[in-house]
């Protein structure tokens, strides 16, 4: 099993700033990705973070606005940039390896823009 | 397009009663499919996979692939069954998640 770390677990942004989510994993994982819980809807995935490349992004989620960092097995960021309130969202990190389909989720961060 | 579906936004149970969550898929290959479960206050986990075909909390689901389900089951619902169940599909280790249902067991 893995057990992953996100800070911050909570924050109140205003408009127009950026915020960084940092994702921690405590063993090495093949695949780090990460989803948008927006209010009262389900998860959707934002990216597959690629170690020490560019992310994966899914359709309607762009570099420009959640850039994505994996430096290493281990750790990822995203960032939230230039924020709306439409942003507002818990965002959350998850990790698993090619051995094992379970995936690993950490305990979110909820964003508040305003 | 891979899509999954669960029908039921909230579901009201009684403790000692029966409970069962729908979940649809659309896929066009074979599917790998997952009940994932939040309890209050605590991380999204897993609950189930269906290759695993086993019993966990008592749940179980069955792959029906002529009906394209993968509904999840229980013949008698705890109160600390009370979460948020989510149906998810995986391809290329990534997972698409149905809306979610909200279960309350009362007692």
């Known amino acids: ?47 597959t973070a690629n170690q020490g490349s560019e992310a994966t992004y899914e359709s309607g989620f ?3 606005k959640f850039p994505i960092s994996r430096p ?43 | 397009a891979q899509r999954v579906t669960q029908p039921e936004k909230l579901l009201s149970v009684f403790k000692g009663a029966p409970v069962e969550l729908k ?14 479960v939040q309890y209050s206050r605590q991380r999204l986990q897993l609950l189930l996979r269906h290759i695993s075909r086993e019993s966990i909390k008592g749940f179980t689901a069955d792959l ?20 948020m169940y989510y149906c998810a599909l995986m391809n290329d280790y990534k997972l698409s998640f149905g809306a979610g249902t909200t279960v309350t067991v009362r007692a």
């Not at chain 1, 950026?18 to 994993?25: H, Y």
């Not at chain 1, 750790?75 to 924020?83: D, E, H, I, Q």
Request: aromatic share 12%.
């Open chain 1, 1 to 47: 099993s893995a057990v992953i770390s996100q800070k911050p677990s909570r924050d109140i942004c205003q408009r127009g700033t950026s915020l960084t989510i940092q994702c921690q994993v405590d063993s090495q994982v093949t695949m780090m990705f990460w989803y948008r819980q927006q209010p009262g809807q389900s998860l959707t995935l934002i990216a």
């Open chain 1, 62 to 64: 762009v570099i420009d």
């Open chain 1, 72 to 114: 290493n097995l281990t750790f990822s960021t995203l960032t939230v940039s230039n924020m709306s309130p439409e942003d507002s969202s818990i965002y959350l990190c998850s990790a698993g390896t090619s051995m094992n389909t379970e995936a690993f989720f950490g305990q979110g961060t909820r964003l508040t823009v305003v």
């Open chain 2, 23 to 36: 979940c649809n898929y659309s896929y066009s290959g074979s599917p790998e499919l997952f009940w994932y």
């Open chain 2, 64 to 83: 029906n692939k002529g009906e394209t389900s993968f509904h999840l089951k229980k013949p008698f619902a705890q109160e600390e069954d009370s979460a």
